[in-house]
């Protein structure tokens, strides 16, 4: 079932409330920079809904409110408020967050491909995949904010080349993080935002008969003795 209205967290709607409200203060104002980066955030926001709606994939509560506080984060707070210049560790926070939340993304994407069979790959290969996919989202994002100073006059890199490599070294030590949860998470270990996966077999258990199968082939070896 594809995700609902109702499924949609509060943290979300909260997020949507408060951009929407600045979004018409910056039209009223004339800020035409701050519309952008608004519009354009609020469009990242509701992407997984579409996602969601496009291919029929529940989504977890906790992946939807973590996706709408990290927009908030960067493109709102970040860019709009200018919270980049205020703290110097905002960047590094943020980036450091989204690279294992991708991480983690990119496990559950993979692993939904294989339906959830284990031993169609390793979980080493797995992991790296999931890495990779991280690490090239974040290279793409450091792409998009090159292309926002030299087409819109913005400052989004900052620093320039330091603020770039620092932002893609972060990303790579994210991206393992998340990855070797995922790793851990195979291996009947949960760490951290490995939970997050558990919560999406469950909620996508049709995606995942295989895995289904094989642990109740475990269950069955256990009781049999």
Known sequence: MPLQTKDIPYLTWIVWVIMLAAGVFALVTQHWSNVFMIVTALFFTVLPAIFSRRFAIRLPLSF??????????????GEVFDFYDRFWWWDVLLHGASAVGLGII??????????????????????????????MIGAVWEIFEFGMDQIFGLNMQ?????????????????????????????????????????????????????LKDARERRRARRENG
């Open 64 to 77: 939807l409110a973590a996706i709408s506080l990290f927009v908030f984060g960067t493109l709102f707070l």
């Open 106 to 135: 990119g496990f559950v994407f993979v692993f939904y491909l294989f339906e959830g069979d284990k031993y169609a790959a390793p979980p080493w290969a797995l992991a790296f995949i999931a890495f990779c996919f991280a690490v």
């Open 158 to 210: 900052k620093s320039g080349l330091v603020d770039t490599m620092a932002d893609l070294i972060v990303d790579c030590i994210g991206a393992f993080l998340g990855a070797f949860s995922g790793f851990l998470w195979l291996k009947g270990t949960q760490l951290g935002p490995s939970g997050m996966i558990e919560e999406f077999v469950v909620l996508n258990r049709r995606g995942f008969e295989r």
